[in-house]
């Protein structure tokens, strides 16, 4: 099983509102990510978590907090979005293996508006 | 800062051609993925080349990983409309889980 479940997979959104993102995986991957996709642009890294613990964030705004309450899930947590966050939230995970070697499994992504 | 740079970009074919997508670096990989992505969904991956040099083929696509580990290409033979989609690579640095993905091409196969 190579699958990688996210949800919700479209999200509306005022620039008030709390609203959280959700991904899963159950193949005992380690290493856990979260991308942001503008269209027709390649995925860009946010965050990734290698064994429940932040590893990276690539000065991502406060705005969007990452959390791994367990090993298979993380989540990501919107507060004060902006219009121009709008755009494909893709989850990744990968074994975790330490000098490379990986192969990232994506999920089918949370298409977000942020009116 | 983008690391990895694909050519062509835009690719409109006919149905039957053959193309090949380039992904290059002046870095060093330990692995590169190739992706396939359509509008709205996910990459799906497709394949994975760890050693410098080496050559999978995955039904009609071939798939080549530079033996200074630095590039790569696909080559599609008689290409098919359930081709078309936007062509990802992305590079896996030496510490592992960390990946740079490249610029992209999008292919269009007309039947």
């Known amino acids: 099983d190579t699958e990688v479940t996210q949800t919700p997979k479209h999200l509306v959104m005022g620039m008030t509102n709390k609203k959280s993102l959700k991904c899963e995986q159950h193949m005992g991957h380690r290493a856990m990510y979260w991308y942001k996709q503008k269209a027709k642009k390649p995925p860009e890294l946010m965050f990734v978590?290698?064994?429940?613990?932040?590893?990276i964030n690539e000065s991502v705004p406060s705005r969007f907090s990452p959390e791994c309450p367990n090993s298979s899930l993380l989540n990501l947590h919107l507060h004060a979005l902006q219009p121009e966050d709008s755009a494909l939230y893709l989850c990744?995970?990968?074994?975790?293996?330490?000098?490379?070697?990986?192969?990232?499994?994506f999920g089918p992504g949370t298409r977000l508006t942020v009116l | 800062t983008q690391l990895l740079e694909q050519s062509p970009q835009f690719l409109s074919i006919q149905e039957g051609e053959n193309l090949t997508v380039y992904c290059n670096s002046s870095s060093v990989f330990s692995s590169l993925q190739w992706y396939r992505q359509e509008p709205g969904e996910g990459p799906v991956l497709l394949v994975t080349?760890?050693?410098?040099?080496e050559v999978k083929k995955l039904k009609r696509l071939t798939f080549q990983f530079g033996d200074a580990r630095k590039d790569s290409s696909l080559h599609i033979t008689a290409a098919q409309p359930g081709d078309t989609g936007l062509y990802l690579c992305a590079g896996e640095k030496w510490t592992g889980n960390q990946f740079y993905f490249g610029t992209g091409t999008s292919l269009t196969v007309i039947p």
């Open positions: 080349v760890v050693t410098g040099g």
């Open positions: 978590y290698s064994y429940e613990k932040l590893s």
């Open positions: 990744a995970s990968s074994r975790g293996l330490a000098g490379g070697g990986n192969e990232q499994f």
